[in-house]
């Protein structure tokens, strides 16, 4: 038997015996906080006292130190899903992907102090029980996945879910264009360089034999590096939903070309493409505003 099902049976084992149900059965943690764990509802506060009690069942059932680690560290995780959960809800709240003005960047703003919040909390439960460490567990995949739910709610639960899989599996990818379309070398390696625009187009492949075209956009609009960043940019433009699509549609080609121009080390072409259809299709008084406010 691999040491991998090795673990998996000793800690089903384990959690039998103690009556607790932690997320080892998959791979990675559950986004539901365990009905029966030692602390109780996240809601109710994170009590340390019973999961000492908890870590000592765990030491006198003689599992190894690092097996130990392992099963407090995915069992704490999954314990403040809940509290993400609730973080993330308030920010989503009547969510809409071209709302871009002050609210939003408060909204943005007051997100990233609970996540802080929130993660430090529990980092803080995990330290008091497992002593100081330096392998604290990265729960910024938890907060993205549950992110994109709230994003992707406008979906069917099996799209939504086929399509939250496949940006994640292509989160990385997705990275790497942002940084080559901001101008950004990340390798100097050119094989690799197209190998980054292969996957992204291999991304968008996938996601259009899951979606419907107006959903395929939608997720673009909501997901893709161009939308994030007409949302810092447009924020004091605050644009219309229909401003906002004319104003994706004119960036969006522009971006994916530049990270071909610069993968090939070509000169960067400029922007007027993009003013110049921006100009055609917005207001007179709207465009000048547009040019005024871009990224104030």
């Given at each position: 038997?691999?040491?991998?099902?090795n673990?998996?049976?000793?800690?089903?084992?384990v959690?039998?015996?103690?009556?607790?149900?932690?997320?080892?059965?998959a791979?990675?943690?559950g986004?539901?906080?365990?009905s029966?764990?030692?602390?109780g509802?996240?809601g109710?506060?994170?009590?340390?006292?019973?999961?000492q009690t908890y870590?000592?069942?765990?030491?006198?059932?003689?599992?190894s130190?690092?097996?130990?680690?392992t099963?407090?560290?995915a069992?704490?995780?999954?314990?403040f899903?809940?509290?993400?959960?609730?973080?993330?809800?308030?920010?989503?709240?009547?969510?809409?992907?071209?709302?871009?003005?002050?609210?939003?960047?408060?909204?943005?703003?007051?997100?990233?102090?609970?996540r802080r919040?929130?993660?430090?909390?529990m980092n803080?439960v995990?330290?008091?029980?497992?002593g100081?460490?330096?392998?604290?567990?990265?729960?910024?995949?938890?907060?993205e996945?549950?992110?994109?739910?709230?994003?992707l709610?406008?979906?069917?639960?099996?799209?939504?879910?086929?399509?939250?899989?496949?940006?994640?599996?292509y989160?990385?990818v997705?990275?790497?264009?942002?940084?080559?379309?901001?101008?950004?070398?990340?390798?100097?390696?050119?094989?690799?360089?197209?190998?980054?625009?292969?996957?992204?187009?291999?991304?968008?492949?996938?996601?259009?034999?899951?979606?419907?075209?107006?959903?395929?956009?939608?997720?673009?609009?909501?997901?893709s590096w161009?939308?994030?960043?007409?949302?810092?940019?447009?924020?004091?433009?605050?644009?219309?939903?229909?401003?906002?699509?004319?104003?994706?549609?004119?960036?969006?080609?522009?971006?994916?070309?530049?990270?071909?121009i610069y993968?090939?080390?070509?000169?960067?072409?400029?922007?007027q493409?993009?003013?110049?259809?921006?100009?055609?299709?917005?207001?007179s008084?709207?465009?000048?505003?547009?040019?005024?406010?871009?990224?104030?």
């Amino acid at each position: 038997m691999s040491a991998h099902k090795n673990f998996r049976k000793m800690a089903v084992m384990v959690a039998f015996l103690l009556g607790v149900l932690f997320p080892v059965l998959a791979d990675g943690p559950g986004e539901q906080p365990p009905s029966s764990s030692p602390a109780g509802p996240v809601g109710d506060g994170l009590q340390s006292g019973d999961y000492q009690t908890y870590l000592g069942s765990l030491q006198a059932a003689g599992l190894s130190d690092q097996t130990i680690r392992t099963v407090i560290t995915a069992d704490v995780v999954a314990a403040f899903a809940g509290k993400r959960s609730a973080a993330l809800g308030e920010r989503y709240q009547n969510f809409q992907y071209w709302k871009i003005d002050s609210s939003e960047t408060a909204a943005r703003a007051r997100l990233a102090a609970q996540r802080r919040a929130i993660d430090e909390e529990m980092n803080g439960v995990l330290q008091q029980l497992l002593g100081p460490a330096d392998d604290l567990p990265d729960v910024s995949r938890e907060w993205e996945k549950k992110s994109m739910e709230f994003e992707l709610a406008f979906l069917s639960p099996e799209k939504r879910e086929a399509t939250k899989t496949t940006l994640l599996a292509y989160a990385k990818v997705e990275q790497q264009m942002k940084e080559l379309c901001g101008g950004l070398f990340v390798t100097e390696d050119t094989n690799e360089l197209q190998q980054i625009l292969a996957s992204h187009k291999e991304m968008q492949s996938t996601l259009q034999q899951i979606l419907l075209p107006e959903e395929y956009k939608r997720v673009e609009m909501t997901s893709s590096w161009t939308a994030e960043n007409l949302r810092h940019a447009l924020v004091q433009f605050a644009p219309t939903e229909s401003e906002f699509r004319i104003i994706f549609d004119a960036w969006r080609p522009h971006d994916e070309n530049l990270t071909q121009i610069y993968a090939t080390r070509q000169a960067d072409p400029g922007n007027q493409q993009v003013y110049a259809k921006l100009k055609e299709q917005l207001s007179s008084d709207r465009y000048n505003e547009y040019t005024s406010t871009w990224w104030k």
